[in-house]
């Protein structure tokens, strides 16, 4: 089992649509979470960032994170064609350990 | 204001050849890394760098990978003896600070095909 387990769609909706995507991880010592958002060909940038239990809000999108079922969700409201783009999920184990274990991203495409 | 530069953005190579490949990180970050991301895999860990030390290596494939970074800056991949499955865009990242999941800044990406 992956310690970070991702569908990766593709997820196609309808412009205004709210779009929900999730990730399940494997490893309770996980104690940061974030979204990170890729256009094609480009590198992926942080959207939102969370750590621990709870949700975070930022314009349209929503972050949560249960870890007591260790499942990650980010909802997009109002989902605009200018959102479609692979999300990846991210985790880490902070302190001193370096890298985010990525899931495998989901292609979400929104269509005018 | 630059970001993280990578080059070469595309390379083609022959299986059996050496490819280096080479990140620029955002001036100041001391936390580098390196991710590979195949079709349909996501991004995959191969190295970690704080400073010009690799606290963790534990990502690399085999011992075909290699990398090093000087001046606490530039860092160079090399992939000696490529094979067909080394086919993948890989990506550098740097981060002001290490772990404790500080936010990376990921370049573009270097695109290697290997016939």
Known sequence: QKEVEQDPGPLSVPEGAIVSLNCTYSNSAFQYFMWYRQYSRKGPELLMYTYSSGNKEDGRFTAQVDKSSKYISLFIRDSQPSDSATYLCATAYGGSQGNLIFGKGTKLSVKP | ?115
């Open chain 2, 1 to 115: 204001g630059a970001g993280v530069s990578q080059s070469p953005s595309n390379k083609v190579t022959e299986k059996g050849k050496d490819v280096e490949l080479r990140c620029d990180p955002i001036s100041g970050h001391t936390a580098l890394y390196w991710y590979r991301q195949s079709l349909g895999q996501g991004l995959e860990f191969l190295i970690y760098f704080q400073g010009n030390s690799a606290p963790d290596k534990s990502g690399l494939p085999s011992d075909r990978f290699s990398a090093e970074r000087t001046g606490g800056s530039v860092s160079t991949l090399t992939i000696q003896r490529t094979q067909q499955e080394d086919s993948a865009v890989y990506l550098c990242a740097s981060s002001t600070r290490g772990g404790q999941g500080g936010e990376l800044f990921f370049g573009e990406g270097s695109r290697l095909t290997v016939l």
